[in-house]
């Protein structure tokens, strides 16, 4: 009888974790290229980029929609734009010659910036990271040894308090002639933080968890939060680079 319940108890955590990916976040890209650009991005044609193009890294942390995460702090930003150029250098037939830092992007308006931007900086495209994630927090009761969702809690229950962060990265080659999107491909991921409401101390909170097959990452109370938004999306920035690399070269379906 132990072993069913202790079977049972595995697959209601498994399907509670699993339904935190289930959780969408907003599109952002469609504000910043128009929904008309958007729904003609097509894939990179063979001959369409020749690897002498000069291309430029635009990351922005889009906190506009509703529910919206705080902004990532500028060290944490600097980080994923770092990581996001090596890895686009790395897993892309193209070179990024620059990071554009221009707070002159905004949602709203026309896809005429990018041409704007384009002229000031001296590029042919621009590769586009628009990274954003909502976030939610609530009471809950943790397990005094740490465990997910319930389990080790034979020590008692802890007051705490449970926060989701769900993320999305979209990445668009915008081409800087036209203003108008080539290729794009999106990334989601979520994590959460499980941290105490009760004046202790403690070396099991507060915690970020991912999903059962990933390790546990424990932060300090200071940078708990940013760890957590951190990590989602980072998942989310591997994933939309998967996804834009087979997009790369393969023929739009629609």
């Known amino acids: 009888m132990q072993g069913i319940l202790r079977f049972l108890t595995l697959g209601v955590v498994l399907l509670a974790l699993s339904g935190c990916s289930l959780q969408t976040v907003p599109e952002r890209l469609p504000l910043y290229v128009g929904a008309e650009n958007k729904a003609l991005i097509n894939s990179i044609p063979e001959e369409g980029i020749s690897g002498q193009e000069k291309i430029g890294l ?3 942390n ?10 990532f702090t500028p060290e944490s930003l600097e980080r994923l734009t770092h990581r996001l150029r090596a890895e686009l250098n790395e897993q ?8 554009i830092r221009s707070s002159e992007l905004r949602p709203g308006q026309s896809s005429r910036q990018f041409v704007q931007l384009a002229e000031a900086e001296n590029v042919d495209f621009f590769l586009l990271g628009l990274v954003s994630s909502v976030e939610n927090e609530v009471p809950t009761q943790l397990s005094f040894q740490g465990g997910q969702a319930g389990l080790g809690g034979g020590l008692g229950r802890l007051l705490g308090f449970r926060v ?3 993320a999305l990265v979209e990445l668009a080659l915008i081409n800087g002639k036209t203003g108008n999107p080539v290729v794009h491909a999106n990334g989601s991921a979520w994590s959460v933080l499980e941290r105490l409401n009760v004046p202790i101390e403690s070396n099991v909170y507060p915690v970020v968890r991912r999903d059962l097959t990933q390790p546990p990452i424990y932060p300090s109370d200071e940078t708990a ?6 990590v989602s999306a980072d998942d989310a920035m591997k994933q939309a680079l998967m996804h834009l690399r087979k997009a790369w070269r393969q023929p739009s379906s629609s």
């Open 92 to 99: 892309l037939p193209i070179t990024i010659e620059k990071v």
């Open 62 to 71: 889009d906190t506009t929609a509703p529910s919206a995460a705080p902004a």
């Open 164 to 166: 989701e962060n769900y």
């Open 225 to 230: 939060y940013e760890t957590l938004r951190v």
């Open 58 to 60: 635009v990351v922005i």
